[in-house]
């Protein structure tokens, strides 16, 4: 089975610190995902990723930025967090091609205060 | 832009009962069409897919149609339990990147 972890399940941080949320997965996948999941909001895209090194901004890419040196880890940075970052993250991983499913991480809740 | 819309929630139900989440989208092309459900403190699972019209997916008991003509994929499940209890997303995507609905809470009493 993929596995995808995120670091963390659960992040307290104050406004205006840099906060750095961290995926892992084992499964070579080629493509890997940051969502922010909000109620009545469903997942909104942030960034994702095709390859080592790339990424493309999603819908909501405004206060974050990504890292991917590895093909296995894909990181999310908020540069200065803010209280309106305050959300579920999830990060989820897929093989290229056609009709593929992700696979998600178990989420990272972050609170700003 | 691609986009899906889902029925509100919460939607309660009493075990063995009827389930249908409604489900329609709007995309410029072929999309293929996804249900994921999400269990309390996990992540996103698959539930089911379809990739062409017509095409039904299934799983544990859960159905759901491809219709291209009326731009729908609802989800039905003949006789709920306790642990069906869940959020559900529907989603679409014409490439690499994935659109989600906003969710549907499911609340199965006993």
């Known amino acids: 089975d993929v596995k995808v972890t995120q670091s963390s399940r659960y992040l307290v941080k104050r406004t205006g610190e840099k906060v750095f949320l961290e995926c892992v997965q084992d499964m070579d996948h080629e493509n890997m995902f940051w969502y922010r999941q909000d109620p009545g909001l469903g997942l909104r895209l942030i960034y994702f990723s095709y390859d080592v090194k790339m990424k493309e901004k999603g819908d909501i890419p405004e206060g974050y930025s990504v890292s991917r040196e590895k093909k296995e880890r894909f990181s999310l940075i908020l540069e200065s967090a803010s209280t309106n970052q305050t959300s579920m993250y999830l990060c989820?991983?897929?093989?290229?091609?056609?009709?593929?499913?992700?696979?998600f991480g178990n989420g990272t809740r972050l609170t700003v205060t | 832009g691609d986009s899906v819309t889902q029925m509100e929630g919460p939607v309660t139900l009493s075990e063995e009962a009827f389930l249908t989440i409604n489900c329609t989208y709007t995309?410029?092309?072929?999309?293929?069409l996804f249900w994921y459900v999400q269990y309390p403190g996990e992540g996103l699972q698959l539930l089911l897919k379809a990739t062409k019209a017509d095409d039904k997916g299934s799983n544990k008991g859960f159905e759901a149609t491809y219709r291209k003509e009326t731009t729908s994929f609802h989800l039905e499940k003949g006789s709920v339990q306790v642990s069906d209890s869940a959020v559900y997303f529907c989603a679409l995507s014409e490439g690499n990147d994935m659109r989600f609905g906003a969710g549907t809470r499911l609340t199965v009493k006993p």
């Open positions: 989820a991983s897929s093989l290229t091609g056609y009709s593929v499913a992700l696979h």
């Open positions: 995309a410029t092309g072929y999309p293929s």
